[in-house]
């Protein structure tokens, strides 16, 4: 059964999506999926106020790098998490973000550091995860300026975040990059196969998202289909997960993506790597973004920090 702020929610995005005419061009059919992404914001709490929040630039190999640094105290060193938001890597940004990235601090105590990664189709894969990575790398590097903590660094994000979190993590592991202590994914994308065969994607049709809706998502993200069946693109797909930092993996009942961010939780354990793996019920995609309208979203903030407080000592 659906959670009923869950559907009323659904509700009102079928109603926005209803009132859209419809797109005379791939130009206007990108222009409303991002703005589609962009209403969830409309979902949000009042925003909460912190010691400080400042959006500086970190340098990439693509240029520079869009970062929002958001500190709930002025305590230094702050443990810090890098954060990589939804949108498929089509949409989003900082901005859109912006509500839920500051309840995570606040409620966590830790330091975050939202990534503004470029988009596709203007910038396919891989330059958002290099964006990802570079950003890391220069937080790390500017860790003491900051009052940032560089042993204490977490890597997570919410949706095509998740995934890239994951491949951050992988790519770091065995001195590939700054030592991660832990990586947070909530309702991950983690294979963009385009035949992958997971239940969830038919049972779960329509809720947030459809199998249509994914697939033009990831034929802008990766146009080459080949590459979408690899490890490089799909963590799922990784043959070795073993040495990955402990991960927090959350998914929920009525999510499309449910069955493989299960699947990616189960892989991680059976490669030895420590999971918290929380399932929410009757529980929609992207509800980080909707704590104005369901009351689970708190809960999701509790499980974040519990697991950043545990990762902290």
């Not at 596709?120 to 990802?132: G, K, N, T, Y």
Request: proline share 8%.
């Amino acid at each position: 059964m659906i959670d009923p702020q869950a559907k009323a929610v659904l509700d009102d995005l079928a109603r926005r999506k209803a009132a859209q005419p419809a797109p005379a061009d791939g130009r206007e059919a990108l222009a409303k999926a991002r703005e589609m992404t962009d209403g969830l914001a409309d979902f949000g709490a009042p925003k909460v106020d912190l010691a400080s929040v400042e959006d500086l630039d970190c340098p990439g190999r693509g240029g520079p790098v869009p970062v929002r640094l958001y500190r709930p105290s002025d305590r230094r060193p702050l443990p810090l998490l890098v954060w990589f938001h939804a949108g498929g890597a089509i949409a989003g940004s900082i901005e859109v973000h912006d509500e839920p990235c500051r309840a995570l601090a606040a409620e966590s105590g830790w330091a975050l550091a939202s990534v503004g990664y470029r988009l596709a189709p203007e910038h396919p894969f891989p330059a958002a995860l290099d964006d990802c990575r570079d950003a890391v790398a220069a937080l790390v590097d500017r860790a003491a300026a900051l009052g940032l903590d560089a042993g204490r660094l977490a890597v997570g994000g919410d949706s095509i975040g998740g995934l890239f979190a994951a491949r951050v993590a992988i790519l770091a592991r065995g001195g590939g990059g700054p030592a991660i202590a832990g990586t947070l994914h909530l309702y991950p994308n983690t294979d963009l196969t385009p035949d992958r065969a997971f239940a969830s994607l038919e049972t779960e049709e329509g809720n947030v998202m459809t199998r249509d809706s994914l697939a033009y998502e990831n034929d802008l993200f990766v146009p080459d289909r080949a590459a979408r069946a690899t490890p490089a693109v799909s963590p799922l797909l990784e043959p070795d997960l073993s040495g990955l930092p402990p991960a927090l993996v959350v998914t929920c009942e009525r999510d499309p993506l449910r069955d493989e961010g299960e699947a990616y939780a189960e892989r991680l354990s059976r490669a030895g790597v420590t999971v918290t793996h929380v399932a929410f019920p009757g529980m929609i995609h992207g509800f980080l973004q909707m704590g104005g309208r369901i009351d689970a979203t708190a809960r999701l903030r509790a499980e974040v920090s519990a697991f950043l407080r545990a990762l902290a000592g």
